[in-house]
């Protein structure tokens, strides 16, 4: 349910990107018309006021930063409200709300609306509204699975995202070339139908269809559940939570107040994280906002073909999320699994490039392996990583902070979100390079931001392989 809830919103998300190109492109190329009547001078008759003006770009980066900017400030509320509010009436109501605006953003184009302020209002109004579905996703996913395999879990599950954005700039590509309005309007109905069945059918809790709830700490090994600690080995997790499956109890326990925000900060390894996050989310919804652009114009493939092409990072997204998570379970060292696939984005991220657009096969193979390592630390920091700092053994089993963690991460994230397409709105008129440089630099100071907590999960490791050494010494002498 809550694969599909996230895709439905990821899926209404993508077709501005889309239909960018279309609103703006060289109509030199176009047959006009019969009853087209403009004068022969006019170089821009075929695109969309306000957008045909020299700098659309900007205006383009402005609609994309009024959804981002309203998005990020929202988050930091949204999880608050999300931890006291019953997630699935809260989910609900977001989504029709997200399908209603979606859907106004379409109809400008059948309601012949060239006026900037009214597409801004609109973005900024449904970027407020979809920050009902992170928290809610994640805190329902953290209610029904405990710690032993949430990085795989999490990892598979948040190919949601990516799956929503291939869905979205398909759909969205079927009618960019003409009605470009029912790119829009299309995923607004679905967002809209998906709430109705997630209202009549999420079940929030294990409890509630009398399962028993998951052990996100197994009481004899407490201080195992470190998120920084990767001394946790995978199979000492298991076994804490076959006890607990074995011991787990469903009798009601007196309900524990919510965390407020400043104590979830204070939860070790959330701020760097978050900071973290800035940088990474910044990449990769530049790519998200403005890949199918940087196509059209570098490649010359028209807006359904751009489209259709960077699809592609998002597969390539759903295998680096689903490595990341799988990685970070072997290893439990969830800050340097996401260091080093930053570290390997940004040589990628220049050859793309320089080299990537030398033939089409290549162009597959490297978007594919951009796409896996922006992507796959992304999707561990914003699934597994705020899941293991929302049970974070010093909230001494206070499950109710997950919503709000989830949120301030996801919203420091998504000021990244924002400043990325604004900066590539503003940079790209000097040249695509000049925006992969910026790229390159943000991804490497996401990278910088964990070099504390990568230095204490290699601590870690170490001590953790000389009690495996020292035991192994110590069943060799009994013997």
Known sequence: MTFLIYTTYHMSRKPISVVKSRLHQNCSGIIEPVNESHSLNDSTWCNWAPFDQSNYKELLGAVDNAFLVAYAIG??????????????????????????????????????????????????????????????????????????????????????????????????????????????????????????????????????????????????????????DPANRPHANKESSLESAGSGSKEPSAGPAAISFFGALRIPGVIEFSLCLLFAKLVSYTFLYWLPLYIFNVVHFSAKEAGDLSTLFDVGGIIGGILAGLVSDYTNGRATTCCVMLILAAPMMFLYNYVGQNGISISIVMLIICGALVNGPYALITTAVSADLGTHKSLKGNAKALSTVTAIIDGTGSIGAALGPLLAGLISPTGWNNVFYMLISADILACLLLCRLVYKEILAWRSSLRRDKGSSVALTHAR
Not at 81 to 103: D, H, I, N, V
Not at 150 to 159: A, V, Y
Not at 188 to 201: D, H, S, Y
């Open 75 to 228: 988050m930091f509320i949204s999880g608050i409200f999300g931890e006291r509010l019953p997630l699935r009436y809260y989910l609900s109501a977001g989504m029709l709300l997200s399908g209603l605006f979606t859907s106004l953003f379409g109809l400008g184009y059948f309601w012949n609306i060239h006026v900037l302020w009214y597409f801004v209002l609109i973005q900024i109004c449904n970027g407020l509204v979809q920050t009902t579905g992170w928290p809610s996703v994640v805190t329902c996913v953290g209610n029904w699975f405990g710690k032993g395999k949430r990085g795989l879990i999490m990892g598979i599950w948040n190919s949601h995202t990516s799956v929503g954005n291939i869905l979205g700039s398909l759909v969205a590509g079927v009618w960019v070339d003409g009605q470009w309005g029912l790119s829009f309007v299309v995923p607004g109905i679905v967002i809209a139908i998906m709430g109705l069945v997630t209202f009549f059918f999420l079940v929030e809790y294990p409890e509630d269809v009398d399962c028993t709830p998951p052990q996100h700490h197994g009481e004899p090994e407490e201080n195992l559940d470190n998120p920084e």
